[in-house]
């Protein structure tokens, strides 16, 4: 199966351009399957509630359906962040369109970041698995978002719920080395196929400025990063994988790196 990973520059509190610039980038690669940033249609730097309320929508709403039809069109599986609204509350969500269209899986980010805490809403949705069918064959996908990456219980979680695939929408701006190494130890440590779409530029917002790091990458199940984009330029970084062997966590005859766990193990 081939994964796409889409590095871009959102134009902030521009859904329109940057639903079009979505239908760009999806019609530029033959991937089956991919995945998008983090608020990715709407921009990223809000600090209340109040400010990113008119950018939200409700999941079954106009701007979730464009986006269904975008990937029915195009035949390809998309995963996108996406400013979720509920009542009087928001989410930093992130939603899975198999190839036809459908919405079949939606995620609310669990750790909030900064000033996240004061706009959204903490995800009440644990992390669910979906199936998502492609051009390639079925593939068990979940998600995880941007600074979920800093904790393992969300991947291992995924990966005990079956996932082959962790798609990781972000908009990281640490600087931290630490990243990509980290990424690659929660793929390793799963089995499991990670794609970490992140997001380049800037956002400003009373006075203050956010810069994103971008190098959105790739990786397989056993650690090795497939393809990694840029910090600056806009980008899809493809990869082939296979989420066949992602489904044994046998390591040789006698060793199962799920097996042999010990959860409650010193509590």
Partial sequence: MKIACVQFCPEYRN???????LRFFVRSTDADLIVLPELALTGYFFKSTEEAFPFAEAVDGDLSSAIGTIAREEGKAVVIGF?????????????????????KGHYRKVHLFYYETKVFARGNRGFPVCSLETSAGTARVGMAICYDW????????????????IALPSNIVTTTGMLHATLSTRAFENKVVLAF???????????????????????????????????????ITVAEVDLEKTR???????????????PNYGI
């Fill in 83 to 103: 400013l979720e609204r509920e009542d009087r509350r928001l989410f930093n969500a992130a939603l899975a369109f198999d190839r036809t269209g459908m919405l």
């Fill in 197 to 235: 779409a992140d997001r380049i530029g800037s956002e400003e917002l009373g006075g203050e400025q956010l810069l994103f790091r971008g190098e959105s990458a790739i990786i397989d199940r056993n650690g090795a990063i497939l393809s990694q984009a840029s910090s600056r330029e806009e980008e």
């Fill in 150 to 165: 800093r904790f393992p219980e969300p991947f291992r979680k995924l990966a005990i719920e079956g996932a082959e695939l």
């Fill in 248 to 262: 044994h966590k046998r390591i040789n005859p006698f060793n199962d790196i799920f097996g042999d766990r010990l």
């Fill in 15 to 21: 859904v329109e351009k940057n639903l079009d610039k």
